[in-house]
């Protein structure tokens, strides 16, 4: 069963941070590399970064620098470290396989204020 659920969103001033994390079930997580995407209001949704089953990450040219992505293994669990956030960052963010299924969790809301 696919199941994925973020969480750690919120409301944060331009240049604060915050810590997302993702709970992926198993059947997701142990063979495929994860992802966190966003969606801001009136756009489509983006990979904003992923990593590999082995530790190797890649991100979006937007958040390069700022977001950093990480994965525990033993805890089906992928997290992303926000930092400098920007109001440009306010999204609903997801996790997913990379590809994705096309099942979705729920999301998590970030707002930057600025």
């Known amino acids: 069963q696919v199941q994925l659920v973020e969480s750690g969103g919120g409301l944060v001033q331009a240049g604060g941070s915050l810590r997302l994390s993702c709970a992926a079930s198993g059947a997701i997580f142990s063979r495929n590399p994860m992802g966190w995407y966003r969606q801001a209001p009136g756009q489509q949704r983006e990979l904003v970064a992923r990593?590999?089953?082995?530790?190797?990450?890649s991100y979006a040219n937007s958040v390069k620098g700022r977001f950093t992505i990480s994965r525990d293994n033993a805890k089906n669990t992928v997290y992303l470290q926000m930092n400098g956030l920007k109001p440009e960052d306010t999204a609903v963010y997801y996790c997913n396989a990379d590809p994705h299924y096309a099942v979705w969790g729920q999301g998590t809301q970030v707002t930057v204020s600025s």
């Open positions: 990593i590999t089953s082995g530790g190797a990450t």
